[in-house]
């Protein structure tokens, strides 16, 4: 018989990983228009992503090439 186990799961990570794309864009000196253009999203949903603080989310495809330009190893978006 299989039980399920009991795991704490974080309910803030999107929020964690809203503010860290800001932290880490605002450190590369990148605006969030310059950042959409290069991962291929509308200035709107870069725009939204750090504004709504976790109320959207967005795909790991998309998550890993914000890593890319913003030159961020992508698990400092969980921290």
Same mark, same amino acid.
Not at 11 to 36: D, V
Not at 46 to 53: A, D
Not at 65 to 79: A, C, M, P, Q, Y
């Given at each position: 018989?299989?039980?399920?186990?009991?795991?704490?799961?974080? &309910?803030?990570?999107?929020?964690?990983?809203?503010? &860290?794309?800001?932290?880490?864009?605002?450190?590369?000196?990148?605006?969030?228009?310059?950042?959409?253009?290069?991962?291929?999203?509308?200035?709107?949903?870069?725009?939204?992503?750090?504004?709504?603080?976790?109320?959207?989310?967005?795909?790991?495809?998309?998550?890993?090439?914000?890593?890319?330009?913003? &030159?961020?190893?992508?698990?400092?978006?969980?921290?």
């Amino acid at each position: 018989m299989v039980y399920k186990r009991e795991f704490k799961f974080d &309910n803030e990570i999107r929020k964690k990983i809203s503010l &860290n794309i800001k932290k880490y864009r605002e450190k590369a000196g990148i605006t969030q228009e310059q950042l959409a253009v290069d991962i291929g999203k509308s200035y709107d949903f870069t725009r939204r992503l750090e504004f709504k603080k976790g109320k959207i989310g967005c795909s790991i495809d998309t998550l890993y090439k914000i890593s890319v330009v913003l &030159n961020t190893r992508i698990d400092k978006f969980f921290e």
